[in-house]
């Protein structure tokens, strides 16, 4: 759920808010969607720069997914568990791998852009980046709502990508003992972050 705010707040005030919460309030008030364009301008304008290479046709693009984003703020809402910075940056990657193919269609190339290996790994390395970056997040979250003795084993599981081994050494505990706990551990996780999802 996104927190609620008053719409009679300044556009500095309610800076203090999700970009959730600022783009739910933006669909019945336009002026608070200029704290996300503020927010991101940059950093989508050098996302579109890795795949335009034209500082106009990103200029262009960045302005475009913008616009779709505004639009089609709804849509938004309605997907349960999806971050605004996720969903905003698959919308900037495809408007500029469109500008892109638009681009090179005229140009008469015959191989299509998202064909082309560059493009496939900037679009992968950018949505990628975001999700597992998010997923780490996610799952901090969770382990500091767990007792300390199933964090530093789950961090060292999930966060570090730690052998059942290497784990059970670091922790001084025995394997059979370190695979109890953790199965433990991993259940409590699971348990707890079904509820996360909830709120």
């Known amino acids: 759920m996104t927190e609620p705010f008053s719409p009679a707040l300044s556009l500095e005030e309610a800076k203090q808010f999700s970009d959730e919460a600022i783009l739910e309030q933006a669909r019945a008030h336009p002026k608070f969607f200029e704290i996300l364009v503020e927010r991101y301008q940059q950093p989508f304008f050098r996302a579109s720069y890795r795949i335009l ?100 084993i789950l961090a060292q599981y999930y966060l570090d990508d730690k052998s059942y081994k290497t784990i059970a050494a670091s922790e001084q505990l025995p394997l059979s003992t370190l695979k109890t706990r953790l199965f433990r551990a991993k259940k409590l996780f699971k348990k707890l972050a079904n509820e996360e999802k909830e709120i």
Not at 80 to 104: C, H, P, Q
Not at 117 to 132: C, F, L, M, T
């Open 53 to 152: 290479k034209q500082k106009e046709d990103a200029e262009d693009a960045t302005q475009e997914a913008f616009v779709k984003m505004y639009r089609f703020a709804e849509k938004f809402q309605k997907q349960e568990g999806i971050a605004f910075k996720s969903w905003a940056y698959k919308i900037l990657v495809n408007t500029s791998l469109n500008f892109y193919r638009k681009k090179y269609h005229t140009l008469e190339f015959l191989e299509a852009p998202e064909d082309m290996p560059e493009v496939k790994e900037e679009r992968n390395a950018i949505i990628d980046g975001i999700e597992q970056k998010e997923k780490r997040q996610f799952i901090s979250s969770v382990l500091e709502k767990m007792p300390l003795q199933f964090q530093t």
